[in-house]
């Protein structure tokens, strides 16, 4: 079992593979999703690194029991903030593994709260990452159950106006026809809104008001 479908089934993620080709769309206008987010959304976050954690590893569950350990090299932890308080989320590098017929290293971001971490996406090396360095995570939010993912002609949520999205087949062969955001491994502030957004979406994480979340 490759590492992408053990994250895929610990995630519970939907994956349907017809979409049209069209690009994808960012809804111009935050007025016009005002019933489907919260106030708040578009808040501007500022992210720095408050601490680098050796030894931080996440267990995996597989189906029919068992798991795997997942070790990270390094766990960096940073600290967000806006008018809306404050959020801590987690970076941690994996090891190289094969992933779309490719060996490649990825990144997995977490929510990290009261002493404890929850995944929350994945970015991914694209297969040029030798000479970009870029990695590229997909976008999941749609459906009732928000595990479904924006492909190709979604409009995409207003807070991904900012990002860089592209179409993660392009930058994985054989990858999902899915809107991904792209990012250099440097720009963590990138991988870092992608995540928060995801967990406010997905798992309902809510900024802490006046105090510290970690």
């Given at each position: 079992?490759?590492?992408?479908?053990?994250?895929?089934?610990?995630?519970?993620?939907?994956?349907?593979?017809?979409?049209?080709?069209?690009?994808?769309?960012?809804?111009p206008s935050p007025a016009s999703v005002s019933?489907?987010?919260?106030?708040?959304?578009?808040?501007?976050?500022?992210?720095?690194?408050?601490?680098?954690?050796?030894?931080?590893?996440?267990?995996?569950?597989?189906?029919?029991?068992?798991?795997?350990?997942?070790?990270?090299?390094?766990?960096?932890?940073?600290?967000?903030?806006?008018?809306?308080?404050?959020?801590?989320?987690?970076?941690?590098?994996?090891?190289?593994?094969?992933?779309?017929?490719?060996?490649?290293?990825?990144?997995?971001?977490?929510?990290?709260?009261?002493?404890?971490?929850?995944?929350?996406?994945?970015?991914?090396?694209?297969?040029?990452?030798?000479?970009?360095?870029?990695?590229?995570?997909?976008?999941?939010?749609?459906?009732?159950?928000?595990?479904?993912?924006?492909?190709?002609?979604?409009?995409?949520?207003?807070?991904?106006?900012?990002?860089?999205?592209?179409?993660?087949?392009?930058?994985?062969?054989?990858?999902?026809?899915?809107?991904?955001?792209?990012?250099?491994?440097?720009?963590?502030?990138?991988?870092?809104?992608?995540?928060?957004?995801?967990?406010?979406?997905?798992?309902?994480?809510?900024?802490?008001?006046?105090?510290?979340?970690?």
């Amino acid at each position: 079992m490759t590492v992408l479908t053990r994250h895929l089934r610990a995630l519970a993620d939907d994956l349907d593979d017809l979409v049209g080709k069209a690009a994808p769309q960012v809804i111009p206008s935050p007025a016009s999703v005002s019933l489907a987010l919260s106030p708040g959304t578009l808040t501007k976050w500022t992210w720095r690194e408050v601490e680098t954690r050796k030894g931080e590893s996440w267990r995996w569950p597989r189906t029919g029991g068992g798991g795997f350990n997942e070790p990270y090299h390094p766990f960096i932890v940073y600290e967000g903030t806006s008018a809306e308080g404050l959020v801590r989320m987690g970076l941690g590098w994996c090891d190289r593994a094969e992933v779309w017929g490719k060996d490649r290293r990825y990144i997995i971001a977490f929510h990290v709260r009261n002493g404890s971490k929850q995944p929350v996406v994945e970015f991914l090396e694209t297969d040029d990452a030798e000479s970009t360095n870029e990695f590229i995570a997909v976008i999941r939010g749609k459906g009732s159950t928000k595990r479904e993912m924006y492909g190709p002609g979604d409009v995409l949520p207003p807070e991904y106006g900012h990002l860089r999205i592209e179409d993660y087949r392009s930058r994985v062969a054989g990858g999902w026809r899915r809107s991904g955001v792209v990012a250099r491994e440097d720009d963590v502030d990138t991988m870092l809104d992608h995540a928060l957004n995801q967990a406010r979406v997905r798992y309902g994480v809510t900024p802490a008001k006046g105090g510290d979340n970690a």
